[in-house]
């Protein structure tokens, strides 16, 4: 989406603040023997007070209001109430939403409580990368040049990324153009980022994974290679300078 008006930025960042915070109140929220229903049913109650929509639910008919994947899922978990949270979870919870129009995207990807399992390096490298790549962007960036960052900053921690997911426009839908924020470098993709737009950034960075499959549910997707997948996305406005962090309110860099 292309900003042209105060009305339509302060649009956006009003979806942009309902799911955020609805991102970050979840994140409170989940506890060890809490199911996933449960705590997505916490997600669509916040969502509701804000008059927002859940974008997944409303635009393909998913069967949740937010996505909660779990240890080897790397996305589109479907909440369910028979899977149980447990000490040292790898949990994604991704919320997207429309209000009065306007469409905006964000995810974490945290350890639950004691990180038993090890997970935390690979949580801390999928925001850091985040962080890195959207402070290199801003008008007439090439896109592929972004991917390129992340791919770099994988690679320097032994980590790969998953090259069948990626970033999108978002504003006055889930998914508008651009429609592939790759996380590698597509060196023909001279595509470049417009000043005023709007778009959502995501990471996946995997331990074994380039690509990920989706289950036997149609939803559920995990890594082609096994191993575990992180991810953290913003919904930014690109400028001339430094980019607006829009879904701010998720406090993910805090």
């Known amino acids: ?147 390129h960052v992340i791919q770099l900053e994988a690679k320097k921690r032994g980590l790969r990324v998953i090259k069948n997911l990626a970033g999108h426009g978002v504003g006055r839908s889930l998914h508008e153009a651009p429609e592939d924020i790759l996380n590698y470098r597509v060196r023909s993709n001279r595509e470049r980022f417009k000043n005023n737009s709007t778009v959502a950034i995501e990471t996946f960075i995997s331990t074994k994974s380039w690509n990920v499959i989706t289950l036997k549910d149609g939803w559920t997707l995990v890594g082609d290679r096994g191993g575990y997948v992180t991810q953290h996305e913003h919904t930014i406005l690109v400028t001339d300078t430094t980019p607006v962090i829009l879904t701010e309110a998720n406090e993910i860099w805090c």
């Open 1 to 147: 989406m292309s900003i042209s008006t105060e009305a339509e930025l302060e649009g956006m960042r009003r979806v942009s603040e309902a799911v955020g915070v609805t991102l970050k109140l979840m994140k409170e929220y989940a506890k060890v023997g809490m199911s996933t229903m449960e705590l997505d049913n916490y997600g669509a109650s916040i969502l509701k007070k804000y008059g927002a929509r859940s974008a997944p639910f409303l635009t393909y008919s998913f069967p949740g209001y937010t996505c909660i994947s779990v240890n080897s899922e790397a996305a589109h978990g479907i909440p369910s109430k028979t899977r149980i949270l447990r000490e040292g979870d790898l949990i994604n919870i991704d919320v997207s939403a429309e209000l009065n129009g306007f469409w905006s995207d964000n995810g974490e990807s945290f350890v639950l409580g004691e990180d038993i399992h090890n997970h935390q390096a690979l949580v801390d490298a999928s925001r850091d990368i985040l962080k890195k790549a959207i402070y290199n962007i801003k008008a007439g960036t090439r896109i592929a040049d972004v991917g």
